[in-house]
C-alpha cells in the first residue's frame, strides 16, 4: 500500500528513462515542482526541446539506451520507456541502488505513484487512486479544479493573516470565523481581515 507524502525535490537529481509522452508529461510536472532532470533516451519527442528553452540548466539529456551506470546517485528515477522488460529492468537496479523509483506501467515495480495534481501556486491537491484507474484520477481532478480556482496565492495569504489574529484574539470563535472566511470572495475576505483587525 502507498503513503501519501508530499516531498520536497528542489535541485534534487532525477533521471527519467523514456524520450515519448509519458516521459514529457512525468519530466514537466517535475520541473514545475523544482527538480533537476535528466532524460535518458537514445532519441525524444520535439516537447523536450521546448521544456529545455523553459527550464535551461534544470534539464539535461543523455542520449543513449538504459545502463544502470547512468542512475547511479540519483534521488528518485521514473521509467517510461515503451519496454516492458527495460522497465522491470529499471526497477531492479534502483532497488538494488537504494533509488525511490516509479515504473508508470507498473505500480507492482514501483516504490512510489504519481497522483493527479491540482496546482496553483497556492495551494496543491492530490488526487490518487492507488494505480488502480488513473483516469478517474485525472477526472476527479478536472471536477475539482473549478470548485478551487479561486484559492490563489493572494486568497491564501489573507486567509494566513486571518488564522494569525484568530489564534491571537478570537479562538474561542475560531470555527466560525473560518468557515465564514472560506465563503468569501477576495474582495470580501479583504474587508473581512480590516474588521477583524479593529
Known sequence: MFYPIMIDISNKCIIVVGG????HRKTKKLLEFGGNVMILSPNNIQ????????????LDFIYDEYNKKYIEGAFLVIGATSSRKVNKQISE??????????????KEDSDFITPSIINNDAITISI??????????KKIRMDMEDS???FNKEYLDTLEEIRYLILDKYREEKKEIMDHALNLNIDELKEFLIKLKD
Open 20 to 23: 515519448g509522452e509519458v516521459a
Open 47 to 58: 516537447k523536450f526541446q521546448e521544456l529545455k528553452e523553459r527550464y535551461k540548466e534544470k
Open 93 to 106: 537496479d534502483c532497488k538494488s541502488l537504494d533509488i525511490l523509483v516509479n515504473i508508470v506501467d507498473s
Open 128 to 137: 490518487s487512486t492507488m494505480g488502480s484507474f488513473p483516469y478517474l484520477s
Open 148 to 150: 478551487y480556482k479561486k
